[in-house]
């Protein structure tokens, strides 16, 4: 089946560090990648959607200078957490569609990384 | 924005038990998919429905898809410990919208 790698799964950084995470499909072409962010317990909240070849889409709240998405290939899309400060302590997950602009359906499903546990001291 | 919520938020019970969770909006959806996520993974896709009043059945899950469109439920027959986790309801065309969430912990 399909698989999706995000590396690193966990990561500790000082604040006022940047941190970059990478969401790789490893055997198919993600045209479209997603970024979620989850609190403990709570459910995933879509921060941007990355089409490869083009800017992010974030979502409303979601700093985009601070969160830096790039999509360079249709295996790869990264996350970069500048400047972090503790608040931004979370967990991040990617997931990834092969299908054109993520229309996800029975066929075209999401693929989820594993996640990157972020703790900013 | 297309909103899901999910019912209840919390469920404790014991092993064997049944339950049900619900997965509800005021929106019409083209389909809707569950998940499972365990502590520290990504979610797992469980199901999709796409047919309205869609019946699916994965082994002692029962998943079924509202006539309208517009909510799910997932069925649990005699719960397993292996059943923990959170389980997320999901929907959307260009992009997906995850529920509220529903934490369930099966005593053994």
């Known amino acids: 089946g399909a698989v999706v790698s995000q590396h690193p799964s966990r990561v500790i950084c000082k604040s006022g560090t940047s941190v970059k995470i990478e969401c790789r499909s490893l055997d198919f072409q993600a045209t479209t990648m997603f970024w979620y962010r989850q609190f403990p317990k709570q459910s995933l909240m879509l921060m941007a959607t990355s089409n490869e070849g083009s800017k992010a889409t974030y979502e409303q709240g979601v700093e985009k200078d601070k969160f830096l998405i790039n999509h360079a290939s249709l295996t790869l899309s990264t996350l970069t957490v500048t400047s972090a400060h503790p608040e931004d302590s979370s967990f991040y997950i990617c997931s990834a569609s092969s299908s054109l602009a993520g229309r996800v359906s029975y066929k075209s499903p999401l693929h989820f990384g594993n996640g990157t546990r972020l703790t900013v001291t | ?108």
């Open chain 2, 1 to 108: 924005t297309q909103l899901l919520e999910q019912s209840p938020q919390f469920l404790s019970i014991q092993e064997g038990e049944n339950l049900t969770v619900y997965c509800n909006s005021s929106s019409v959806f083209s389909s809707l998919q569950w998940y499972r996520q365990e502590p520290g993974e990504g979610p797992v896709l469980l199901v999709t429905v796409v047919t309205g009043g869609e019946v699916k059945k994965l082994k002692r899950l029962t998943f079924q898809f509202g006539d309208a469109r517009k909510d799910s439920s997932l069925h649990i027959t005699a719960a397993q410990p292996g059943d923990t986790g959170l389980y997320l309801c999901a929907g959307g065309y260009q992009k997906v919208t995850f529920g509220t969430g529903t934490k369930l912990q099966v005593i053994p």
